[in-house]
C-alpha cells in the first residue's frame, strides 16, 4: 500500500472519465441500463452518482476544509441525488457532463497548489467525524475505483446465467457487493 | 440476466481494450506494477493475462468446437502463462498488443458467421465437461469483466491507508477477490 500522494490521486481521477467514456459509450442498454435487481443501481445510475458527487461532494468538502476546518462539519451526501442528474438524459449526455465536471474539478485542485500542511488539515465528517484533506482526496480517487469495481459487477451479473458452468471460475459473479448499493 | 447475444458479447469485447488503454496507460507505475501482496497480480500482470487468453484460449477453444465438438478436450489454459507474455515489455507495449490481438480475434469471430445452431454447438473442457460455444462467448465477455473488477480492486487496494476512516464506505476494499487470483 501507499501513502496518499497528490500526483497519482490526479492522475487517477483524470483517466476515470475517459476510461468510463471508452467502455460504456457504445454499448447496447442491455449492458447499461440494466441493474442487479430491486433497489439496485445500473452503469448509467453509477454515471449520474458520479456526476452528483461532483457537483456536491469532493470539491466542495476540500472547500470547507479549507474555509472551516473542524468547525464546520460537512453537508450530508445525498445516495439517491443521481435520480435528478440523470432524468431526461442520455448515457451520451451523462458522460459528456462527467467528464466536464471532473474537469472542472481538477483544474480548481491544481489551482489551489496544496502543500504538505494544507493536505493535513482536518475537517468533520458528519458520521465518521475528523478526516483531513488528504483522505478526503484519497477517497475520492477510491470512490472512482469502487465504481468501476460496481459497474464491472453490474455488468456481469447481466451473463451470469449465459456462462453455464463457467461461473464457478468467474469471480466476479461471487462478489456480494460490499457496500449498499 | 439476459440469455447469451452474440452483438452484446462483440460490443464488450470491443470496448476493453479501448477502457483498459483509457485507464492504464497514463497512470504512474504506483498503480499499475503494485498488486495486493505475495503472489497476487499487478495491473500489468492482468493486461498479459489477457493477452494470453487472446492468444491460447478464446478463438482457439472456439475453433475446437466448430471442429471436434465433444470428442476432444480444450487445452488447459495455463494461468500463469502471462509471466512469458509480459518479460521486457512495457504497459505501453502489452495495451498495444492486447489490442490488436483482440481486434484479430473479432475479426475471426465476425467472419465465422455464426448461427443458433453453431453457438449450441458442444466442445469439452478438461475439468468442467460439456459447454457451448455459447457459454464459451459470454465467458470471454464475462472474463473482461472480471478483470476490470479486479483491476480496479488492486489499485483501490494501494489507497487502502490513505483513505482512513472512509475506508468503511468503500466496497471495492472489502472484496475478497473471490476468485484466485
Known amino acids: 500500500m501507499m501513502e496518499h500522494n497528490l500526483q497519482h490521486t490526479l492522475s487517477l481521477l483524470t483517466c ?5 467514456n471508452a467502455l460504456l459509450r457504445d454499448l447496447p442498454d442491455a449492458w447499461t441500463l440494466q441493474n442487479e435487481g430491486e433497489s439496485t443501481w445500473s452503469a448509467v445510475d453509477v454515471v449520474a452518482h458520479l456526476i452528483h458527487g461532483e457537483r456536491t461532494d469532493w470539491m466542495p468538502r476540500a472547500r470547507m476544509i479549507l474555509k472551516f476546518g473542524e468547525t464546520k462539519a460537512f453537508e450530508p451526501f445525498d ?3 443521481h435520480v435528478r442528474e440523470s432524468q431526461g438524459k442520455s448515457l451520451a449526455q451523462l458522460l459528456d457532463e462527467f467528464a ?10 491544481r489551482r489551489l497548489n496544496l502543500q504538505p500542511d494544507d493536505l493535513a488539515r482536518r475537517g468533520r465528517h458528519p458520521a465518521i467525524g475528523a478526516v483531513t484533506l488528504s483522505q478526503l ?3 475520492w480517487a477510491a470512490h472512482d475505483l469502487t465504481h468501476l469495481h460496481q459497474i464491472s459487477r453490474i455488468m456481469a ?8 458452468p463457467w ?3 468467474l469471480g466476479v459473479l461471487q462478489c456480494a457487493g460490499h457496500s449498499a448499493p
Open 167 to 169: 461461473s464457478a471460475y
Open 100 to 109: 466536464r465536471l471532473r474537469s472542472e474539478s481538477l483544474s480548481e485542485l
Open 157 to 164: 451479473h447481466q451473463y451470469g446465467q449465459a456462462v453455464g
Open 137 to 139: 482526496l484519497a477517497t
Open 16 to 20: 476515470t472519465p475517459v476510461a468510463l
Open 79 to 81: 445516495r439517491w441525488g
